[in-house]
């Protein structure tokens, strides 16, 4: 059974880029073809998805977000989220996800237990 863990800084200033990273263990993420993606959701809000890269490398982005992030694949078992140039508006806890699709409406089963980022100077 595949399972997802976030990890990254708990805390960024305003205006820095937030980096997260996804290891994912009972599963590659290049050897087949799931869409691997990150959502998120604010205090008092719903999900939001960001993005999701597929085991070919190809990206797709939420296009309120687009400009600012980016999703890459950095080994077998890790794929990564650089968020720029983040507000506190982007308080959120974040959460790498597993999925035969992608996108706003995609109910994912396969999901880590989420991390924390606050963004506060």
């Known amino acids: 059974q595949v399972q997802l863990q976030e990890s990254g800084p708990g805390l960024v200033k305003p205006s820095q880029t937030l980096s997260l990273t996804c290891t994912v263990s009972?599963?590659?993420?290049?050897?087949?073809?799931?869409?691997w993606s990150w959502i998120r959701q604010p205090p008092g809000k719903g999900l939001e998805w960001m993005g999701s890269?597929?085991?070919?490398?190809?990206t797709y982005y939420s296009p309120s977000l687009k400009s600012r992030t980016s999703l890459s694949i950095v080994s077998k078992n890790q794929f990564t989220l650089q968020l720029s140039s983040v507000t506190p508006e982007d308080t959120a806890v974040y959460y790498c996800a597993r999925g035969l699709g992608y996108g706003p409406r995609y109910m994912y089963d396969d999901r880590g237990q989420g991390t924390q980022v606050t963004v506060s100077s």
């Open positions: 009972g599963g590659s993420i290049t050897t087949n073809y799931y869409y």
């Open positions: 890269i597929a085991y070919s490398g190809s």
